[in-house]
């Protein structure tokens, strides 16, 4: 008599991991010989385990990656691409993250950084941090419209808070003095507070260069690049090679869906 009632109040109150599992236990005859805590803490645990992988799809959702699919478990370590394993899976486990660290990912057009960063901003979203992805082409229009119409500081604001921040197409071109002081802005707010990834087909020592202004471009370089993992990508371009030659196959299948 109260099972449809209760299942009514577990879906009014938003509970339906519990809802599911309730139904579940009630399937099943040997379910009865249960006590009822033990009942209960199925369906919490099932609750807790709906709520993470609600938590892990809107994530993903509001990361808005190039490769969302993009995972640390399809890299292969075999292609001769200078990636180590013990490095990279060290780096899966997130402790970068807490300890607010960077990784820098360089390396030529086409060999994967992006790839690659997608699939470390996945496992962050694994771990319960929020992500954000942006190429700096992006970046750069968005600063400049949201000087336009006041909403800057906002802008700034939000970026600062998501926990990693995917910056790809790194050192495309130079910046303007207006681009100098947004970046700096940034990652000023960002500093000690929060983590980033950025690729780059620049090698960091022609970064400071690329961002001009001496004296701001210290502050930009001292600001990511000291306590930064760095990871170089090595090979020619997956690009101009056969699908088996990729860095992984769920790569190869992405690169191959952007181009239709």
């Given amino acids: 008599m109260l099972t449809h009632p209760t299942l009514d109040q577990m ?3 938003g509970l339906t991991g519990m809802a599911d599992a309730w139904k579940a236990l009630a399937e099943q005859g040997s379910s009865q010989a249960l ?4 009942w209960l803490g199925l369906m919490l645990d099932r609750e807790a385990a709906a709520r993470a992988d609600k938590r892990f799809a809107n994530r993903l959702r509001n990361a808005k990656m190039r490769f969302p699919n993009a995972c640390i478990e ?3 370590f075999a292609a001769s691409r200078g990636l180590d394993r013990r490095p990279i899976l060290a780096l ?3 402790d970068w993250i807490k300890a607010r660290e960077q990784i820098i990912l360089t390396g030529q057009t086409g060999t994967g950084k992006t790839w690659l960063a997608c699939a470390f901003a996945h496992q962050a979203a694994r771990l319960d941090h929020s992500v954000s992805y942006v190429r700096m082409p992006r970046l750069f229009e968005d600063m400049a419209l949201a000087r336009l119409d006041g909403r800057f500081p906002r802008l700034v604001d939000k970026l600062a808070r998501v926990q990693l921040l995917v910056l790809d197409d790194w050192g495309t071109h130079g910046l303007t003095d207006q ?3 947004d970046l700096l802005e940034l990652f000023e707010e960002r500093y000690q507070r929060r983590s980033t990834i950025i690729t780059a087909q620049l090698p960091i020592s022609g970064w400071q260069d690329m961002i001009g202004e001496p004296t701001i471009a ?3 370089l001292d600001r990511i690049v000291h306590d930064a993992h760095r990871i170089e990508l090595k090979g020619d371009s997956m690009r101009r090679k056969d699908r088996n030659a990729t860095l992984t196959s769920a790569e190869n299948t992405e690169t191959i869906q952007t181009k239709t």
Avoid at 35 to 38: A, G, K, L, Q, S
């Fill in 179 to 181: 681009q100098r002081i």
């Fill in 92 to 94: 899966a486990q997130g």
């Fill in 218 to 220: 210290d502050a930009i």
């Fill in 35 to 38: 006590e009822r805590n033990e």
């Fill in 11 to 13: 879906a009014a109150l």
């Fill in 74 to 76: 399809d890299v292969d």
